[in-house]
């Protein structure tokens, strides 16, 4: 474990920083690739991690730097993922989540590095035909944003069958929360995600929440989804990786907490946390969003002896809060 170099192609944005830090307090050596299109600098806050600005698909890059650290396996967070983006500009993440990434497992395959952890993602499923959502649940993505991840898992599985790559796709359901000790959070420009909106709304920064549909087939007629918090999923890559790296074989798991919350919930968490009342506007619903997304999280239990600590939403919005009521406002500087 300690002493390991570990590539973490995306390592400044937001589960990616996370990640980086969890990864570097256990003693992993930690080399951050990031390109600063959507990542941070500023979110690398820790001494003795190296951080390279430059592209997933820079081969002369990515040779120097296995050349330099022989990496005992890389965690791969560099994807866009707007959801709305992807539909109207897909060849963007196409480009960039599926054909990016080829050139990193070339040079891990010329390197013979076969420890690969990818964030996958709910979306590759589609629409829900049964829940709670178990691994086997036919993968059938609607939006270019999950074909693309889905893609990567294809390729991913061809990799083990032809040089014995061994990979863990990581779905993840709603990644949420904060850096717990408040250094680091989520700073997304356009920020679209529910629990940031929410306290930006309380905040004045945006004038009122906009629920997206209030008749769902749901107990309040608005959507269920399951957030984890972002430092459970960090822990969850760093048992993925492990398990790699010691000899398991691949690994295919849901990265939830088992646990369905609507947004109607969501709001009066952040009423009780913030003490504050959430200004809220009613709209329609936001087209391909399914009513339900709740993980079966039992696979994960299974495969790589983890659970989500930090089930209970309050726990992710406080974080949220904490980072969001600092000076910056919960934005970095870079
Ligand atoms: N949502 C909402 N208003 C917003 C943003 C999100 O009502 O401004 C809802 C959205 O319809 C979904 C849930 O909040 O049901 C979570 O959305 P988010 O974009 O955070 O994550 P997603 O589930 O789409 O990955």
Same mark, same amino acid.
């Given at each position: ?118 964030? +996958?993602? %709910?979306? $590759?499923? !589609? ?7 178990? =691994?086997? /649940?036919?993968?059938?993505? @609607? ?32 990644? +949420?929360? %904060?850096? $717990?000790? !408040? ?7 356009? =920020?679209? /995600?529910?629990?940031?909106? @929410? ?136």
């Amino acid at each position: 474990m300690a002493d390991q170099a570990i590539l973490v192609a995306g390592g400044a944005g937001y589960i990616g920083s996370h990640t980086v830090r969890l990864l570097n307090s256990e003693g992993y050596r930690v080399v951050v690739l990031d390109n600063l299109v959507y990542g941070h600098r500023d979110a690398i806050v820790d001494d003795g991690v190296e951080f390279v600005e430059g592209a997933v698909g820079d081969k002369e890059l990515l040779v120097s730097l296995f050349e330099k650290y022989q990496f005992a396996g890389v965690i791969h967070f560099a994807a866009y993922a707007y959801v709305g983006e992807s539909v109207t500009d897909p060849l963007k993440y196409y480009r960039n989540n599926t054909a990016e990434p080829l050139t990193l497992l070339e040079v891990m395959s010329d390197f013979g590095c076969k420890s690969f952890v990818f964030s +996958s993602t %709910c979306a $590759t499923y !589609g629409e829900p035909q049964k829940l709670p959502l178990t =691994e086997d /649940h036919p993968q059938n993505p @609607v939006s270019p944003y999950g074909k693309s991840k889905l893609m990567v898992e294809w390729i991913l599985d061809d990799c083990d069958h032809a040089w014995g790559l061994k990979s863990a796709a990581l779905r993840y359901f709603n990644a +949420s929360g %904060c850096s $717990t000790d !408040g250094k680091i959070g989520e700073d997304h420009d356009p =920020e679209t /995600h529910l629990i940031p909106l @929410v306290l930006k709304a309380v905040q004045g920064e945006i004038p009122a929440l906009t629920v997206f549909g209030t008749d769902y087939p749901t107990p309040d007629g608005t959507c269920i989804r399951d957030y984890i918090h972002v430092e459970d999923l960090a822990s969850a890559h760093i048992a993925a990786l492990r398990k790699l790296i010691d000899g398991g074989d691949s690994i295919r798991c849901n990265l939830g907490t088992g646990v369905g919350i609507s947004v109607k919930e969501i709001i009066d968490a952040a009423e009780e946390v913030t003490g504050q009342k959430v200004p809220v506007t009613y709209g329609d619903r936001r087209p391909g969003d399914p009513a339900q997304l709740v993980a079966d999280p039992q696979m994960a239990k299974d495969l790589l002896d983890w659970e989500a600590e930090r089930k209970d939403v309050r726990t992710m919005i406080e974080t949220a809060w904490q980072w969001m009521s600092q000076p910056h406002g919960g934005h970095f500087s870079q």
